[in-house]
């Protein structure tokens, strides 16, 4: 086992580095000279600092020995503990967070996204993470020009980190909670189905397909989210949701008129196949049905069922900041929504039964 470096014995009246023992991020405590005594022994002072090395708490020491001789100023607060860098935080987090993918040698979508949202972010890399301040974070955002789902990646990151900071004690407080995305949700592009489709849909709602056509158009979740969810149907509503913190573990509740073919369908995936599968599935369908292009002459996709669900919330004025929690959007720079307002299944129940089907089943 390797030994600790033996470090110089320091002059009287200069202070004194503590080591504090294994497992700490900082393991030296800097302290300066004991000015008090009790009947049993020196009192030791409240430390100047917590440092990652020896020779930073010399230079803290040194430093305030010169201004002692009136030598130099020191501006109020140098004495705050360094923090580690954007860059050293982001590998302790990664490192963390995919320690079992690493070990398997696995690459995963989530790693990548975390890699990309990292490079996005070069402007804070050196810096110290304690220095890093909201307004740092949002000018990243401001000034950026990606989409909106690579920014979405960005805060999901910032999010990330710092809940890993905090529960390391690297810092105090979470300055990405108020973070906005400021450009308007560009997702996937979509054409929601018209009220004369939906009709033709509910006529065959029988079809396995169009069920879960049906499905997807009456809930609003991603194909790709569908094939993860969990499906409550004591309770009936759905949970789950991917991509940023607002679209992950979402609630929602199974529309009326769909929970029969809810009931019907595979509780694991519900699409009883693979995605590419059901969107083959589901071209030949709308095809045979005559429904396959959209008035607009663009061809009918899954994510369509997702603007639908859209289009109807907004047609039968559901409550917008419910309809943005059951799509799972941001609600970018309305801070009280996005992070105070809270809804129970229920509440959102009232909101998704003021929907109608085109026609009386």
């Excluded at 030994?3 to 009246?13: A, I, V």
């Excluded at 963390?96 to 690493?102: A, D, F, S």
């Excluded at 407080?173 to 560009?186: E, N, Q, R, V």
């Excluded at 899954?302 to 943005?324: A, G, I, Q």
Aim: hydrophobic residues 30%; charged residues 25%.
């Amino acid at each position: 086992m390797a030994r600790r470096k033996k470090h110089p014995k320091l002059p009287n009246g200069f202070g004194s580095i503590k080591y504090l023992g294994k497992g700490r991020y900082k393991p030296y405590g800097v302290y300066p000279p004991v000015t008090q005594y009790t009947a049993t022994g020196p009192v030791t002072p409240q430390a100047l600092a917590y440092v990652e090395t020896w020779d930073e708490g010399y230079e803290i020491l040194a430093a305030r020995k010169l201004e002692n001789e009136g030598k130099i100023k020191i501006q109020t607060g140098i004495y705050i503990d360094r923090t580690p860098t954007f860059k050293e935080v982001y590998e302790g987090f990664y490192k963390e967070k995919y320690r079992n993918q690493l070990k398997e040698g696995k690459k995963t979508a989530s790693m990548y996204s975390s890699q990309a949202a990292f490079r996005n972010s070069s402007t804070l890399h050196n810096m110290q993470f304690g220095q890093i301040r909201y307004k740092d974070m949002q000018d990243i955002l401001n000034d950026c020009t990606l989409k909106h789902s690579s920014q979405e990646l960005i805060v999901s990151l910032m999010h990330q980190m710092y809940a890993y900071a905090i529960k390391y004690d690297i810092v105090g407080k979470d300055y990405s909670a108020s973070l906005f995305i400021p450009i308007s949700d560009d997702d996937e592009h979509g054409v929601p189905f018209t009220h004369d489709e939906l009709q033709i849909l509910w006529n065959n709602k029988t079809n396995p397909i169009v069920e879960m056509i049906l499905i997807m158009c009456y809930s609003g979740f991603r194909i790709t989210e569908i094939v993860k969810l969990d499906v409550n149907l004591e309770e009936k509503y759905f949970h789950g949701g991917i991509k940023t913190r607002y679209g992950k573990d979402r609630d929602v509740p199974i529309y009326s008129q769909i929970y029969d073919m809810v009931t019907h369908r595979p509780q694991k995936n519900m699409l009883g196949c693979t995605t590419p599968m059901f969107r083959k599935q589901m071209y030949e369908k709308l095809e045979s049905l005559g429904i396959s292009t959209a008035p607009t002459g663009e061809k009918h996709t899954p994510h369509d069922c997702r603007h639908t669900f859209s289009v109807l919330c907004e047609k039968y004025k559901v409550n917008e900041n419910d309809r943005k929690r059951m799509l799972g959007h941001s609600f970018g720079a309305d801070i009280t929504n996005g992070i105070y307002g809270h809804r129970t299944v229920d509440d959102l129940r009232k909101e998704i039964e003021k929907i109608k089907v085109p026609f009386n089943k």
